[in-house]
């Protein structure tokens, strides 16, 4: 079955950088668009960052543009979060999600994604 894993994830200072992975398994890594979400405490999930199957378009939210970073290692079925610059509305528990869908467009829901991690908890420490 279809396995994502995030991994990374822990308890920073404000202004700290980290790196989430997510590893994936059970599918044809390559043939996925793959997203990045977060949900914090009595929110609804919202949409990081994507990319595309080869690497080629990235998207991110207006909220983490210029400080986060996604990336992809299609050989080692890996898709990557650099988090720079930590702010006090970056903590939250980020998902790493896998999408069958190859359109580009209308890729910030949730609902586009079939797979999901488990979650990666971020804490920002004051």
């Known amino acids: 079955q279809v396995q994502l894993v995030e991994s990374g994830g822990g308890l920073v200072q404000a202004g700290d950088s980290l790196r989430l992975a997510c590893a994936a398994s059970?599918?044809?890594?390559?043939?996925?668009?793959m997203g990045w979400f977060r949900q914090r405490p009595g929110k609804e999930r919202e949409f990081v960052a994507r990319?595309?199957?080869?690497?080629?378009?990235?998207a991110y939210s207006d909220s983490v543009k210029g400080r986060f970073a996604i990336s992809r290692d299609n050989a080692k079925n890996t898709v990557y979060l650099q988090v720079n610059s930590l702010k006090p509305g970056d903590p939250a528990v980020y998902y790493c999600a896998a999408s069958t869908l190859t359109t580009w467009s209308g890729m910030d829901s949730p609902r586009a994604y079939d797979y999901w991690g488990q979650g990666a908890q971020v804490t920002v420490s004051s």
């Open positions: 990319i595309s199957q080869s690497g080629m378009l990235k």
């Open positions: 059970g599918l044809t890594f390559s043939r996925y668009i």
